[in-house]
Every structure is written in structure tokens, then in C-alpha cells.
């Protein structure tokens, strides 16, 4: 049986187990959860490595009684019936599924069973922004990591960079989530947990907008954009190793595209913005933040009020990194580049910058935003077998809905 979202923890704190309907051959239930969950089952086919697992609800278990992705968590249940606790996964927040099965197989022992952790907020949610960088394809084995990553990050909704073709299908099938793409020529695309409702109408080929119910319920929706502005020429370049004046490096941003793509952003989401319903524009902006190319944090000797976040901001829109890290000196949350810490044209040092970024209205509350990648990613051209799988870092926002 599938049970509601809450429906687990409220049975919980009643001091009943959450069951699933018995088959022929055995029950599963969640007697209790914290420290860690407990598990109480019975079989009619006893073996020593009979066992449950614990696996996140939207993907990866058993559902076709074969192996798709490794359990986040495992215990042996022997015996015809018993208890048994096992320890919550790393970060536990959210929405797992427990699967009773067989003999160190995935054959069913009884029906599976979902619920919620005793940690869990709904009136949190949790944001990626991520470059897939060709849609992931430059480093081997690339699908597995970035579902991997996905669900490690236990986040709610993604917006996605460099996400043409079906890449943006591809990962929210392998998850279970809902996605959206408009087109496989459009680089962006949005996968979430959590339903789409709405499908807006693009602004150009490089941004995608959707509204989602959060746990399907109409009074709690955001408007959720992604967006993908374009990279040359770039900016940074400009100012480090061309040594462009600041109005030069201005009317090189105009050219480039990347004020007109903004500013149409802002101008065609502005009802959206303006209502009671809370707004986030996620992307990679190819180019960096006035607020970190400040008087007294300058960048190859120079502040910039960079348009495509000035513009933004001025707007109304917030920056949810420099909510959480308001000390670019200190915490820079350099996206560009974890794999090109050196520019082989130019024989330098790359410029490293902040370029992805999560902005928000005031409808939400940042509770922390982060930088993210897997593992330790080796530079190009070394790149190949990375864990991490773009040429950018992820951003990572937790946000309380208000």
C-alpha cells in the first residue's frame, strides 16, 4: 500500500507501526523511528540472509524485484519473524521505501512500505542548480554519478544547464521524478519530486519555467525557473587577461547577450514575481556577481557591478549564497572551474568565479546554501573518470517555505 506523506509519522506519534497489506508469504512494518528505524516482519520462507533494505522512494529499490541502484541502508532478517533496527542514512530527511527480500536477492517477501523520516520539514525545500556540461557525457559512466549525486543531495527540484537532447527525461526517469523539458534543443530543463502543474511558456531557447504543488497541495506552489545565459565572450577574460576598461567589459556583456537575456527574464516573470506565490530563478549565468567584484574584494584589480546579477537584484530578486556566506573574501563559492584551475591559451591562472546561482523573492527563508561536488575532481585532461561529472559546481539551497 502507498501511504501519504504524513500519514507515517502521525501513526508514529500514536504509537502504532506503519504495515503494508500482507502477501501469501509475509508482512513488513516500521514499528518505530529514532534512533535509527525498526522494522518488524514475518516470512512463511525463513532463510539466514533474508533482509531489508531502506531506499529513497522516488527510485533506485527493487519495485520489478531486481537491482537498480545499491540499498542506502541494510540489516539480515533471519528467522520467521523478528525485529530489526536499522541505521538511518547519512543526511536523513525525507521520504524512503523499505523492502522486505530474499535470500541476499531482490525477490519480494512482502510488500514494500514508504514513510518519512521523524526529521523531515515539509515546509522545507531543498534547491539545485546544476551544469551538466554536454549533459554529463565528457567523463565515463556519467548517468550512474549524476543519479547518484541527485539523490545523495536528497534535494527537491533541479534546474539544469547544458541539458540538450533527452538528458533531462533520461534523469527524471531514472529518479521517478516529474521533469520538464520544452524541447530537445532548449539547454535547460527542471526535474522535480514534487508535481508540475504548469508548464510555462519559454523565454527564448535557454529558459524554462514551471509551477509546482509541493506535496501536490495547490496552497503551497512556487513559480520555478531555469535559466542559461550565454558564455562568450566572457566577461572575466576580458577584465584579467585582456585588461579591458569597464566600459569596454560593459558594452562586451551587452554584446555577448547576456544583459538582453536577463532583462527579458525579469520583465516577462514580473506577475509572477509580484504575487503571493514564491519565485525562484536558478542558472548558470556565465559571469560573475557584483556582489563578489566589490571595492574590497576586487578581482584582477577591479570591481564590477556585473549586469545579469545587478539586474536581477534590482529587480527584487535575492542571492540565496550571499544570504547564507555574506563575505565574498572569506567564502567566495566559486562555481567556475573544480576541473580548469588553468587556462592553457593564455598560459595563467583561470579566473575562478561564482557564475551559478539560486535567487529567490521574499516568500522564502534561506536556511543554507552550499556549493557541491562529487568527490575530488581531477583537472582537465585528466577529467575522464571523474565522480563529479560537470565542468562546473552545483549550488545547493535549503529553504523554509513562509
Given at each position: 500500500?502507498?501511504?501519504?506523506?504524513?500519514?507515517?509519522?502521525?501513526?508514529?506519534?500514536?504509537?502504532?507501526?506503519?504495515?503494508?497489506?500482507?502477501?501469501?508469504?509475509?508482512?513488513?512494518?516500521?514499528?518505530?523511528?529514532?534512533?535509527?528505524?525498526?522494522?518488524?516482519?514475518?516470512?512463511?520462507?525463513?532463510?539466514?540472509?533474508?533482509?531489508?533494505?531502506?531506499?529513497?522512494?522516488?527510485?533506485?529499490?527493487?519495485?520489478?524485484?531486481?537491482?537498480?541502484?545499491?540499498?542506502?541502508?541494510?540489516e539480515y532478517a533471519p528467522g520467521?519473524?523478528?525485529?530489526?533496527?536499522?541505521?538511518?542514512?547519512?543526511?536523513?530527511?525525507?521520504?524512503?521505501?523499505?523492502?522486505?527480500?530474499?535470500?541476499?536477492?531482490?525477490?519480494?517477501?512482502?510488500?514494500?512500505?514508504?514513510?518519512?523520516?521523524?526529521?523531515?520539514?515539509t515546509n522545507q525545500l531543498k534547491?539545485?542548480?546544476?551544469?551538466?556540461?554536454?549533459?554529463?557525457?565528457?567523463?565515463?559512466?556519467?548517468?550512474?554519478?549524476?543519479?547518484?549525486?541527485?539523490?545523495?543531495?536528497?534535494?527537491?527540484?533541479?534546474?539544469?544547464?547544458?541539458?540538450?537532447?533527452?538528458?533531462?527525461?533520461?534523469?527524471?526517469?531514472?529518479?521517478?521524478?516529474?521533469?520538464?523539458?520544452?524541447?530537445?534543443?532548449?539547454?535547460?530543463?527542471?526535474?522535480?519530486?514534487?508535481?508540475?502543474?504548469?508548464?510555462?511558456?519559454?523565454?527564448?531557447?535557454?529558459?524554462?519555467?514551471?509551477?509546482?504543488?509541493?506535496?501536490?497541495?495547490?496552497?503551497?506552489?512556487?513559480?520555478?525557473?531555469?535559466?542559461?545565459?550565454?558564455?562568450?565572450?566572457?566577461?572575466?577574460?576580458?577584465?584579467?587577461?585582456?585588461?579591458?576598461?569597464?566600459?569596454?567589459?560593459?558594452?562586451?556583456?551587452?554584446?555577448?547577450?547576456?544583459?538582453?537575456?536577463?532583462?527579458?527574464?525579469?520583465?516577462?516573470?514580473?506577475?509572477?514575481?509580484?504575487?503571493?506565490?514564491?519565485?525562484?530563478?536558478?542558472?548558470?549565468?556565465?559571469?560573475?556577481?557584483?556582489?563578489?567584484?566589490?571595492?574590497?574584494?576586487?578581482?584582477?584589480?577591479?570591481?564590477?557591478?556585473?549586469?545579469?546579477?545587478?539586474?536581477?537584484?534590482?529587480?527584487?530578486?535575492?542571492?540565496?549564497?550571499?544570504?547564507?556566506?555574506?563575505?565574498?573574501?572569506?567564502?567566495?563559492?566559486?562555481?567556475?572551474?573544480?576541473?580548469?584551475?588553468?587556462?592553457?591559451?593564455?598560459?595563467?591562472?583561470?579566473?575562478?568565479?561564482?557564475?551559478?546561482?539560486?535567487?529567490?523573492?521574499?516568500?522564502?527563508?534561506?536556511?543554507?546554501?552550499?556549493?557541491?561536488?562529487?568527490g575530488s575532481p581531477k583537472a582537465?585532461?585528466?577529467?575522464?573518470?571523474?565522480?563529479?561529472?560537470?565542468?562546473?559546481?552545483?549550488?545547493?539551497?535549503?529553504?523554509?517555505?513562509?
Amino acid at each position: 500500500m502507498r501511504l501519504s506523506i504524513s500519514l507515517p509519522t502521525l501513526l508514529l506519534s500514536l504509537g502504532l507501526c506503519v504495515s503494508a497489506a500482507p502477501t501469501a508469504g509475509g508482512q513488513l512494518s516500521l514499528a518505530a523511528i529514532g534512533p535509527g528505524f525498526t522494522f518488524e516482519y514475518t516470512t512463511s520462507k525463513p532463510k539466514s540472509k533474508n533482509w531489508i533494505g531502506i531506499y529513497h522512494a522516488t527510485g533506485g529499490g527493487p519495485d520489478e524485484e531486481e537491482q537498480v541502484q545499491p540499498s542506502l541502508k541494510w540489516e539480515y532478517a533471519p528467522g520467521e519473524k523478528g525485529s530489526v533496527r536499522i541505521d538511518a542514512p547519512a543526511g536523513a530527511g525525507g521520504k524512503y521505501k523499505a523492502y522486505f527480500l530474499a535470500d541476499d536477492g531482490y525477490k519480494w517477501l512482502a510488500e514494500p512500505i514508504e514513510f518519512n523520516t521523524g526529521n523531515s520539514n515539509t515546509n522545507q525545500l531543498k534547491i539545485m542548480t546544476y551544469n551538466l556540461w554536454y549533459g554529463g557525457t565528457k567523463v565515463n559512466n556519467y548517468h550512474e554519478k549524476q543519479v547518484k549525486f541527485i539523490r545523495d543531495q536528497n534535494v527537491d527540484i533541479v534546474g539544469f544547464q547544458e541539458a540538450s537532447g533527452n538528458h533531462v527525461k533520461r534523469l527524471g526517469e531514472a529518479l521517478g521524478w516529474n521533469y520538464h523539458q520544452s524541447s530537445a534543443d532548449n539547454t535547460v530543463g527542471i526535474i522535480s519530486r514534487h508535481p508540475i502543474v504548469t508548464k510555462h511558456k519559454d523565454i527564448g531557447d535557454r529558459t524554462s519555467g514551471v509551477q509546482i504543488n509541493i506535496d501536490g497541495n495547490s496552497d503551497k506552489s512556487l513559480n520555478f525557473w531555469s535559466a542559461h545565459l550565454n558564455a562568450y565572450p566572457y566577461g572575466p577574460y576580458e577584465f584579467c587577461f585582456e585588461k579591458k576598461s569597464v566600459e569596454d567589459v560593459l558594452k562586451i556583456e551587452d554584446k555577448a547577450g547576456r544583459i538582453g537575456q536577463i532583462t527579458k527574464i525579469v520583465e516577462q516573470t514580473k506577475s509572477q514575481r509580484d504575487s503571493s506565490t514564491p519565485f525562484i530563478l536558478v542558472g548558470d549565468f556565465n559571469a560573475p556577481s557584483h556582489l563578489d567584484w566589490t571595492l574590497q574584494n576586487k578581482h584582477c584589480d577591479v570591481n564590477f557591478e556585473w549586469p545579469s546579477s545587478k539586474i536581477p537584484t534590482d529587480a527584487g530578486l535575492i542571492d540565496s549564497y550571499r544570504v547564507a556566506h555574506p563575505d565574498p573574501a572569506t567564502e567566495s563559492g566559486n562555481t567556475w572551474s573544480p576541473i580548469y584551475p588553468h587556462n592553457e591559451e593564455q598560459n595563467a591562472s583561470e579566473p575562478q568565479d561564482r557564475i551559478d546561482f539560486i535567487y529567490h523573492t521574499k516568500k522564502l527563508k534561506v536556511i543554507g546554501s552550499e556549493t557541491k561536488v562529487a568527490g575530488s575532481p581531477k583537472a582537465m585532461p585528466d577529467h575522464e573518470d571523474n565522480e563529479w561529472t560537470s565542468d562546473h559546481a552545483s549550488v545547493v539551497t535549503t529553504y523554509e517555505l513562509l
